[in-house]
């Protein structure tokens, strides 16, 4: 009754924005994992390298809340250490991988014509490279050090951004009000930046969600495959692997660590159905 009073008497109805049980739960994980790679390693007690006179992989108790992994450290001190890389990381290369695929996909809609096919022949050919095959190339070329590993998943990444993001430019290009401003002598630069841009940034938002989990994965297989980050660092995927050898004994040293991963990943994705869809909901 309120949205047709308002629609009658030429106001806009009011917006309510509901996040979902299952999206504050996301969002509440996404944020306990930042504030740990953030704060964590000067809250906790025990440095993850200290060696404890515990067995190694003991199981959990009071003085080890996770256990102790294949060397006795403390596993919550580790996976605390461990999101530092993995949160941190992957939120770089995610960033670095949007931004440059919004910014290409930006330039070829207002651009069109030889801009537009060069760009997009050229991200097609590293869609046609196998992620991990592309991964262990530059890493064997150039190691395995934090600025090549957000590198490498940036380039992965950023052809899959470009096409979305293109797909959703192109479109925006062609409305009445984008061939106004080019009507009027406006340039390239600011018909990408005010009259494409924030008619896309919406969706953009939703697939850097998803692209972040990707990347998760990626720089978690590339870890327990030893080509990720490097001893005496590691993030969660390098406490997989080191630790494989009490998988056998259901050690929390190896548990704890996959779970942290699946966790992080199913919170971004329900946090990005929630938001996505109370944003459809309060149109």
Not at 21 to 29: E, K, Y
Not at 77 to 88: C, N
Request: aromatic share 8%.
């Amino acid at each position: 009754m309120q949205s047709a009073a308002a629609a009658a008497a030429g106001t806009p109805p009011e917006r309510h924005w509901r996040i979902p049980a299952a999206g504050v739960i996301g969002l509440a994980v996404i944020f306990l994992w930042m504030a740990a790679a953030v704060f964590g390693p000067w809250m906790l007690a025990a440095d993850s390298g200290d060696m404890s006179d515990a067995a190694v992989f003991a199981p959990m108790g009071g003085a080890h809340w996770l256990g102790t992994d294949y060397l006795g450290r403390d596993v919550l001190s580790r996976i605390v250490e461990g999101a530092r890389y993995t949160v941190g990381v992957a939120l770089a290369a995610t960033l670095c991988a949007s931004v440059a695929g919004t910014t290409l996909a930006l330039l070829a809609a207002a651009r069109g014509g030889m801009i537009d096919a060069l760009i997009s022949r050229s991200l097609d050919t590293l869609v046609s490279v196998p992620s991990k095959m592309f991964a262990l190339l530059m890493v064997a070329a150039f190691g395995a050090s934090v600025s090549m590993l957000v590198l490498i998943a940036a380039i992965v990444y950023a052809p899959g951004a470009y096409r979305i993001a293109r797909a959703l430019a192109v479109n925006i290009g062609a409305m009445d009000y984008v061939t106004v401003a080019r009507t009027r002598g406006e340039g390239t630069w600011y018909v990408m930046r005010r009259e494409i841009l924030p008619n896309i940034a919406g969706p953009m938002l939703s697939d850097l969600g998803l692209r972040f989990v990707y990347v998760v994965l990626l720089l978690a297989g590339m870890s327990f495959l030893g080509v990720g980050i490097q001893p005496p660092d590691a993030d969660w995927g390098s406490l997989v692997r080191e630790n494989i050898g009490g998988l056998s004994e259901a050690a929390p040293a190896i548990i704890a660590p996959a779970l942290a991963i699946a966790s992080l990943t199913i919170a971004v994705n329900l946090a990005i159905d929630a938001l996505g869809g109370s944003h459809r909901r309060s149109e």
